[in-house]
């Protein structure tokens, strides 16, 4: 029987997908200089796109839909790459649902499964750049004046249609190679092309917020944005009464940047740091050099922090979706859902949902959001969006800081367990790997099945409670805010970015000066 009648029906897209342009993986082994030439390059020529602006585009008028998830996405409004990494997020998204729900019937131990499952992806990676490059630039993009007249001229009435065309082009080429750049990195680079843009963006983000002596872009005002120069500059142009009639609470509380999101930011930082250091260690030996004995670590956060950035792009869709729904013509109409407000309500040219079931899980930024509103009824203006008369109830606020929690550790739960399973880390493809090393548990036969019982003692559960953990830190971290236009979830992501990133470095120089230890580690 034909393999693809055996296995799966993307077996017949094999002849499409197989001719898509791709990254050649690498005969022979990368030195660790090469890799980190490559890595430092492609960082270079993505900040360099972050600031190519789209031709054509009018930025007063553009509604950015992303604009609370910019941090989290890697992605700059109204750049070549305003798409950001979302296009690769939800292409994982849906592979890692219909594999796990059994639909595409792919076994990704087998090296040909693997790779269409590769190729597939590179495949709806294109769909979900047009899928989501189109709705914004007919709606929420908008072309400038100047371009529509000129191409009027060369199409008479067809201006507006010319224009919106040459900014999707631009959005599909720059979210390509943002995915060709992501390609490089993990065959040619170290770590991630997308925990790298990523990083990139937050600590930019960072940075600014905390250091940054200009005032903030149309404050009346020339009190610093930034963190550390705002509290300098408060702190000497304010007497004591001014400080105790109010300065103090300006100081840590008032946006941008309050005292209190540098002083979260740190803790975040250090909890993290904390997390990720956090293993269980299985004693391992080899079977064949006596006394060569080692550990196989089983950290604490698994399943790495794919899946908060996966859950992170389901919000952001929920929100995009909402969004059409309730203020886009074309969607008002749409049967059951369009235009009603218990799916999410907005307001006129903002993203941010104010009430609705987009706002009960959507991100909860900082202690002004929920735990000042909660202390006392003062702080209740907070909460209300900039000239509206609109209130919440602390029961409203309660419900909705469970709603965003609970909505975080579920889903960063099923995520982990199907990363878990298609990146082969689950407890077979473990125990298989180790026995292939040559390498076993001491007071175990070396069977690979008597490996896979030891370790679905410890991989099963700890994906699960990673899963949780993650979604639980992320939520937390959202909710005691940071400085800069980052979330507590983009500084999650961060830190245990660059720690995995660190850990990375020191395995590649490992290998540099054991060879024999790539097979191990899969090099």
């Not at 919106?164 to 959005?171: A, E, H, K, N, P």
């Not at 300006?250 to 803790?267: A, K, Q, R």
């Not at 269980?280 to 196989?296: D, K, Q, T, V």
């Not at 202390?375 to 709603?403: C, N």
Request: aromatic residues 12%; hydrophobic residues 50%.
């Amino acid at each position: 029987m034909a393999k693809d009648e055996e296995k799966s029906l993307l077996y017949k897209m094999k002849p499409l997908v197989d001719r898509m342009p791709a990254i050649k993986k690498p005969e022979k082994h990368v030195h660790f200089r090469r890799k980190l030439l490559w890595t430092a390059l492609i960082l270079i020529t993505y900040l360099v796109m972050t600031n190519i602006v789209i031709y054509g585009l009018d930025a007063e008028r553009t509604v950015d839909l992303f604009e609370q998830f910019r941090a989290i996405f890697a992605g700059e409004s109204g750049s070549f790459v305003h798409l950001g990494i979302t296009p690769i997020v939800n292409a994982s998204i849906m592979l890692q649902l219909f594999q796990g729900a059994d639909i595409i019937n792919l076994d990704l131990k087998d090296d040909e499964d693997k790779a269409l499952y590769q190729s597939t992806q590179k495949f709806l990676v294109i769909i979900m750049i047009f899928v989501q490059a189109v709705p914004q630039t007919f709606g929420y993009l908008q072309p400038a004046v100047g371009l529509i007249d000129g191409l009027d001229g060369v199409m008479a009435g067809q201006g507006l249609l010319l224009a919106r065309i040459i900014i999707v082009s631009q959005i599909a080429i720059g979210g390509y190679m943002l995915f060709l750049m992501d390609e490089i990195i993990s065959k040619w680079g170290i770590g991630s092309g997308v925990s790298l843009f990523i990083v990139a963006g937050v600590s930019q983000g960072i940075f600014t917020g905390t250091f940054n002596w200009l005032p903030a872009p149309g404050a009346d005002s020339p009190v610093p944005a930034g963190a550390i120069p705002k509290t300098i500059y408060i702190l000497q142009n304010s007497s004591v009464a001014e400080l105790s009639r109010g300065g103090f609470e300006n100081l840590l509380l008032s946006p941008p940047n309050p005292l209190i999101g540098l002083v979260s930011t740190i803790v975040i930082f250090f909890i993290v740091a904390y997390a990720e250091s956090s293993r269980i260690e299985l004693p391992i030996s080899h079977s064949r050099a006596r006394g060569a004995r080692g550990r196989y670590p089983i950290k604490l956060i698994y399943a790495s922090v794919l899946p908060v950035i996966l859950v992170a792009a389901l919000l952001a869709n929920i929100n995009l979706f909402a969004m059409l729904f309730y203020t886009n013509p074309s969607f008002q109409n749409f049967p059951l859902v369009g235009g009603q407000w218990w799916i999410g309500t907005f307001l006129p040219g903002s993203t941010e949902p104010i009430a609705g079931g987009a706002w009960y899980i959507s991100n909860v930024n900082g202690l002004q959001e929920w735990f000042l509103p909660l202390v006392s009824d003062k702080y209740a203006y907070m909460l209300s969006p900039e000239g509206v008369d609109w209130s919440y109830s602390k029961v409203q606020v309660i419900a909705r800081v469970i709603a965003h929690f609970t909505f975080m550790t579920v889903a960063c739960a099923l995520f982990a367990n199907f990363w878990v399973k298609t990146t082969n880390m689950d407890a077979e493809s473990v125990a298989e790997q180790i026995q292939e090393s040559g390498m076993q548990i001491p007071g175990f036969r070396r069977d690979p099945r008597r490996l896979k019982k030891v370790l679905e003692r410890y991989i099963p559960t700890i994906t699960t409670f990673s899963g949780i953990f993650m979604g639980s830190l992320a939520a937390g971290s959202n909710m005691l805010g940071s400085v800069g236009n980052t979330t507590g979830i983009s500084l999650f992501l961060a830190v245990s970015i660059l720690t995995q990133l660190y850990e990375q470095m020191g395995k590649e120089q490992m290998m540099e000066m054991h060879p024999m230890l790539r097979d191990f580690f899969g090099g």
